[in-house]
Structure formats: structure tokens, C-alpha cells
């Protein structure tokens, strides 16, 4: 009995991570709106492209002024080094259907956890946002998708803050990879900033980074896989 009840809460915990990384592991890469074979500015070999040319690479890899990618670093990358017609505004539309843009906190959750998630954000969020104001902290949100069609897999690792500016990069999955320090540190950038942020269920507790500086806090949102 007790090894059934272990079996069924790994399995939900699986089945809730895998819908937070993008429903079955997976994200569209397709404009919203947009019909199938319905041309966009980039076609979908640029966007394969783009995708690939910064996989693994930070924007100072390329002289760039930006720790992480954002629309208008991503942008300048793509007319600069590779001639992509595309600009800041229409890179957004891109970033969301990868699953990258602002997201309310429910969508970050499946089902099942949904409801919790809706009583943290009335209870334990506030605080969280008054402890960024009284310390001029940021408070960013982050999670991870996998983006579709990509060869070999590619996983887009982002950061939105409370007021929507993204930040991410392109990483390519292992199994059960944990959340990057260096993607932290780099959401600080070079002067500190102080940061609160805000975990999904992408990853456990386990692999968060440790021994991170002290202006910089993680809270975890509520999962299957920390209520079960």
C-alpha cells in the first residue's frame, strides 16, 4: 500500500512538471493567431536559426550590453550578426509563443495545483513584494520551457520581473537539469542588484543553486512535487 501511494505521488509529480515545463514537454513555436503555413517575418528556418545561433551563448559573447537575452538584445543579435528582419516589438510575439512572455501565476501551475497557487498569491505573496520594496529588490518570476522542433532539444530557461521585462537563455535539456547559478547571477548583474525570486515546479528544492549572496532570495511556488 505504501509503495502504491509513493508510486502515484511520482507519478503526479512527474505529470506536474512536465506541464510546467510546456504541457507535455513541449511549446508551440508558432506566432499566436497565426495559421498553420501562414508566413511570419521570419520564417521558420530564420527562427530555427536564431534559436540555434544563441543556444548556450549569453549576449556578451557577442559584445552585446546584457547579462541574459531581451527582446531588444535578442534583437540587435538578429539584425547585427545574422541580418534577421525582425525588431524588439516583433520579437515579443516570438518570445510568447515560445512560451517565454509574462504569464499569470496559475499558468505556471497544472490543475491540480492551481487553486493552491491562487490562495499563495492572496497569502504568502504580499509579503514577498513588500520585503523587495523595503530592500529596492526586484522580484522575477522563473521557469523553464521546451521549445518544439528544435534540433537537438532546446529549452528556453527565463526570468519575468513583476512589471513583464523578460530575461532568458537557450540551454539544451539534460535530465532533470537544475537551475542554473550562473543564470542567477546573472539576473543580479554586475552590481548586485537584490532579487526575490519566484520558482515553479520546473525545478525541486533540490536543485536550486546554493550558497548564493544574500541579496539574492528564492521562494518556492507552490507544486505537486512540494505539497505531496
Known amino acids: 500500500m505504501g509503495v502504491a501511494l509513493k508510486d502515484a505521488r511520482n507519478s503526479v509529480t512527474s505529470w506536474c512538471r512536465r506541464h510546467t515545463i510546456g504541457g507535455d514537454g513541449t511549446v508551440a513555436a508558432a506566432r499566436r493567431g497565426q495559421r498553420p503555413g501562414e508566413p511570419g517575418t521570419l520564417s521558420r528556418e530564420q527562427e530555427l536559426e536564431l ?9 556578451d559573447a557577442f559584445r552585446l550590453d546584457d547579462e541574459l537575452w531581451s527582446r531588444q538584445s535578442l534583437a540587435e543579435f538578429a539584425r547585427d550578426q545574422l541580418g534577421l528582419p525582425v525588431d524588439a516589438d ?5 518570445l510568447d509563443s515560445w512560451g517565454v512572455g509574462p504569464r499569470e501565476p496559475r499558468e505556471r501551475a497544472c490543475g491540480l495545483c492551481a487553486p493552491v497557487v491562487e490562495r499563495w498569491v492572496r497569502s504568502a505573496y504580499p509579503a514577498i513584494e513588500r520585503a523587495a520594496q523595503d530592500h529596492g529588490a ?5 521557469g523553464r520551457v521546451r521549445l518544439q522542433g528544435t534540433l537537438p532539444a532546446a529549452e528556453a530557461i527565463s526570468a519575468i520581473s513583476a512589471q513583464g521585462r523578460i530575461r532568458f537563455m537557450i540551454t539544451t535539456p539534460t535530465v532533470d537539469p537544475p537551475l542554473p547559478r550562473d543564470f542567477v547571477l546573472r539576473l543580479s548583474g554586475p552590481a ?5 525570486l519566484i520558482i515553479d515546479g520546473s525545478w525541486p528544492k533540490g536543485e536550486w543553486p546554493r550558497r548564493l549572496p544574500r541579496h539574492i532570495e528564492l521562494h518556492p511556488l507552490p507544486s505537486c512535487g512540494r505539497r505531496l
Do not use: C, N, Q, S
Not at 548586485?192 to 526575490?196: D, S, V
Open 90 to 94: 516583433e520579437l515579443g510575439t516570438y
Open 138 to 142: 526586484e522580484v522575477h518570476w522563473l
Open 192 to 196: 548586485g542588484a537584490g532579487l526575490h
Open 51 to 59: 534559436i540555434d545561433a544563441i543556444r548556450g551563448k549569453h549576449p
